[in-house]
């Protein structure tokens, strides 16, 4: 069935989405609401890079542009612990060394997805187009176009608004999603949860040597736990890295607390040592950069009639803990694709079908990675978390197939979320409770020679 596809939001997302549709030879109509990023438009306020793995890699394979895209990518085939004293543990993310997930930057990947749709001549992109409403009946989207388009201003003699119309408007457009919000005002019953995190986050840089090489370990994700806050550091092409400080937003240490140049330094010192001599720009880059939010947002359902709906963080925003939003919203694009395949003359068969294969999954992702936030901030220091890993990989080993990390299900495999969450909880029974077994037999032999 041919028709008319309005999209909102050319992220990373929207791009792909646009790229499969216009395979499948619908019409494509993709507005975003920044600039063009090829004339310089950084892509303000999000992360500068992130882990693109075997979810994410398949969905652009699938549209034959994983190739292009890992080209530019750095493998990091482990967490690199920094301790207080600047000691370093590595800890490999599989047993195999081939199974590894990839630094990428957002603004490169940003482009491909872009360009990708613009290779089918039925997708057309507008930039500099702002979203302010959609009908959700008569699938229109209302835009507003001017150069001030951030602006929630009112249409005025600055401000034109247009109309887009299709046969449905997908809202491609982020976690604060305006095609979301007009189903949340037009719809009964719509279902709508947002969590903020306690923390926020920071990005910070650590530019390259003076010949242009990295300063650490290229090839991993460096980590500094410190129990209730962390920083991360991921590798870009140019031989820099991008830190990244998740930290209480209010509190006796906190971002609200550390304002001066001396309070800044102190803390960093205190907590980073090894990281600070690293960051010639640490002062400048702490008081300019945005400190951003965290949140998970749940909304159900995900779709009105045949005429709307939602893909990627605008349905369902996850906090970073599992490297996992963007490969999910890929995800996404090849489910939403399947089932349009399947139902080509039921579209809303095929957004209930879309929505009834995700969400479930989408749900259990968002509860992983809340909790993996506390795996990463304060367990990784530990030994005992070492050891977990090593007896992962151990039992991975010598029961092939059988026997899977959570971490190796949710990165390497694509089996659905919630599958992988259930399936390392029985895992999890079973190894515990052998090991509990045991250690009881233990005790009972030590008892029993005591006896004797
Ligand atoms: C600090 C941080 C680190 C992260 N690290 C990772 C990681 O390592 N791996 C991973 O898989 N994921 C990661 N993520 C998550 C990832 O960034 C998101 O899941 C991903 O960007 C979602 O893609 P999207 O296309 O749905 O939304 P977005 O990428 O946010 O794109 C939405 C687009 O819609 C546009 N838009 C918004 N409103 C409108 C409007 N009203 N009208 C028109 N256009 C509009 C925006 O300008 C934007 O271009 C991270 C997120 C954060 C915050």
Not at 251 to 268: L, M, V
Not at 389 to 400: A, F, I, Q, S, T
Request: net charge negative.
């Amino acid at each position: 069935m041919p028709g008319k596809f309005v999209l909102i939001g050319s992220g990373l997302a929207g791009g792909l989405l646009a790229a499969y549709l216009g395979r499948r030879g619908y019409e494509v109509e993709l507005y975003e609401r920044r600039g063009d990023p090829r004339e310089g438009n950084i892509v303000g306020g999000r992360s500068i890079n992130l882990a693109l793995s075997t979810r994410g890699i398949h969905a652009l394979e699938q549209i034959g542009i994983a190739d292009e895209v890992l080209r530019h990518a750095i493998p990091m085939r482990g967490r690199m612990i920094h301790d207080r004293s600047g000691n370093l543990h590595f800890s490999p993310y599989d047993r195999d060394p081939n199974k590894f997930i990839n630094s990428i930057g957002r603004a490169a990947l940003n482009t491909t997805v872009i360009e990708a749709a613009q290779r089918y001549p039925n997708a057309n992109v507008h930039f500099n187009h702002r979203c302010v409403d959609v009908d959700l009946e008569q699938a229109v989207a209302h835009l507003a176009t001017a150069s001030d388009v951030e602006a929630a201003v009112p249409a005025g003699p600055q401000r034109e608004i247009i109309s887009a119309r299709g046969d449905c408007v997908i809202g491609v457009d982020g976690a604060f999603s305006a095609v979301r919000q007009s189903m949340q005002k037009e719809m009964t019953g719509f279902e709508y949860d947002e969590r903020y995190l306690a923390h926020g986050y920071k990005e910070l840089t650590i530019p390259p040597a003076p010949d242009g090489s990295w300063r650490m370990e290229k090839n991993a994700l460096h980590i500094w736990p410190r129990k209730s806050f962390m920083m991360i550091a991921l590798p870009n092409p140019d031989g820099s890295f991008t830190c990244t400080l998740f930290w209480e937003f209010e509190g006796p240490r906190s971002f609200a607390s550390t304002k001066t140049d001396d309070e800044i330094r102190h803390f960093f010192e205190e907590e980073f040592p090894d990281a600070v001599p690293l960051m010639p720009s640490l002062l400048d880059d702490f008081k300019t950069n945005p400190t951003g939010s965290l949140a998970t947002i749940r909304c159900a359902p995900w779709f009105y009639k045949d005429k709307v709906t939602l893909l990627g963080d605008a349905a369902h925003a996850v906090v970073p803990f599992y490297g996992q939003g963007m490969n999910a919203a890929f995800e996404d694009c090849v489910v939403l694709d399947e089932c349009l395949a399947e139902f080509p003359q039921d579209r809303q068969r095929a957004f209930a079908q879309y929505f009834e294969r995700r969400k479930e999954n989408t749900d259990a992702l968002a509860d992983l990675a809340v909790q993996n936030f506390i795996e990463m901030r304060d367990k990784t220091a530990s030994p005992a978390f070492r050891a977990k890993k090593k007896l992962d990989h151990m039992l991975e080993g010598v029961l092939p197939g059988t026997y899977l990390p959570l971490y190796a299900m949710v990165t390497f495999t694509r089996l659905p979320y919630s599958t992988a969450a259930k399936r390392a909880r029985f895992q999890d029974r079973i190894v515990f409770g052998s090991l509990i077994g045991a250690g009881s037999l233990l005790l009972i032999a030590v008892l029993l020679a005591l006896l004797h």
